[in-house]
Structure formats: C-alpha cells, structure tokens
C-alpha cells in the first residue's frame, strides 16, 4: 500500500504566483492536494478495514457473538467501508472535476480510461440513503450484510476488501502525476534559476520551498 507525497513539489512548479500568476492554475493544484489526500485515505482506510477484520474474529473468539467487544468491532467496520466507499468515490470525482477543470486532453482521456472507478458511486450512494431503501425494499439490509470472500456486494457493485481494489486508484494517479510532470518540465529551469539565486541571497536550503 502506498502514501503519495507528490503534491507540494508540482505546485511548486505548477502555479507560481510571481512567475506563473494563472488563478487557473492555483485552483487546478487545489484540486489535485485533495485528489492525492483522497487517495492516501484510500490506503488508510483499507488498512483500518484489515484491522477491522482482525478485531471482529478476535472479539467474537473471546467474547462471543453477543457481546459488546464484537458489537463495537462490526460497527466499527460498518464505518470504515462506509467512509472508504467515500474516499474511493471522492478520487475518481476530483480526477475529473481536475481534468475538466484545465481541459487537458491527457488527463481527460486517463479519466476515461478508468471510469470503472465511478461505480463505486451507486455503492457509496446505496448507503447516504440507506434509509430510502429500508423503507421501500428489503434488498439493502440483505445486501449489506452478506460479504462472501472478502467482497460486498452493494447496489450491483462489488467492493473487494483488498489491496487489488486500490491498484486502479493507484495507476490513475500515477498517470496524472506523470503527466503534471509533463506539464511543469518546461517552467522549472526559470522556477529554479530565479528561486535559487533568492534563497541563496537569503541563506536558505535549495529545498526550503519544498519542506
């Protein structure tokens, strides 16, 4: 599972506002610092899911089925696929909104390319009005609580507790960040050469503006 820290070095690049002052370009990094907190989330939210799954065996083999320790245990598991259905659909959202955004022909088609991800939109929405569904079907109560093979079911999407769900996540923002790189190789030799020259005369670290 990874962490991605790419965000601050492109919008050191991306938008500066004495050399590059598009506003354009100062909302397109916003998107793209939420985009990538979205998909860390992503990570982390699984690894809760795996811890999760460690506590509800644990609290069901010394406490019983019953007990508190294993209510508290599948409710926190409810709320960790819950929120990562979330985050999953909040990065394929924010990919596009960021690709629409600059109307780059690179970054759009790497959002077409994975639109799958956009299912997990009717499994995220299957739970925000969950209670629609309880009143007028019985299909949401018996869908949610059937996971066979670590995978839920849920508003004809499948949600696979496993490190294979997050690997499109993964591959979509590696190609938006290969590509924003694309984007910024042609502004950081003068990014550089005036920045440097500045943060020597003020006795700084050539990274200062990265840390």
């Not at 259905?85 to 109307?103: F, M, N, T």
């Not at 299957?126 to 609580?145: D, P, V």
């Not at 003020?202 to 503006?209: F, I, K, Q, R, Y």
Request: aromatic share 14%; net charge negative.
């Amino acid at each position: 599972m990874r962490i991605y820290d790419e965000y601050k070095r492109i919008r050191y690049y991306f938008y500066d506002p004495i050399l590059f002052p598009d506003e354009k370009n100062d909302k397109a990094t916003g998107l793209l610092e939420y985009l990538e907190f979205y998909v860390n989330m992503s990570t982390i939210q699984m690894q809760r899911l795996h811890a999760d799954d460690q506590d509800i065996d644990r609290a069901y083999n010394e406490t019983g089925s019953n007990s508190k320790d294993t209510l508290v245990a599948f409710t926190k598991y409810f709320g960790d696929i819950h929120f990562c259905l979330i985050c999953l659909d909040k990065v394929y959202k924010l990919a596009y909104e960021l690709a629409e955004y600059l109307q780059d022909p690179v970054l759009i088609s790497i959002v077409q390319n994975y639109s799958k991800l956009d299912n997990y939109r009717r499994a995220r929405n299957a739970l925000e009005h969950m209670e629609e569904k309880i009143i007028k079907t019985n299909w949401f109560r018996s869908e949610f609580g059937r996971v066979s093979n670590d995978t839920l079911t849920l508003n004809k999407t499948e949600f696979k507790i496993d490190i294979s769900t997050l690997e499109p996540v993964y591959s979509l923002y590696d190609e938006f960040i290969k590509r924003f790189n694309e984007l910024i190789e042609p502004r950081k030799p003068e990014i550089d050469k005036v920045w440097s020259a500045f943060k020597i005369g003020m006795g700084l670290s050539e990274d200062s503006a990265l840390e």
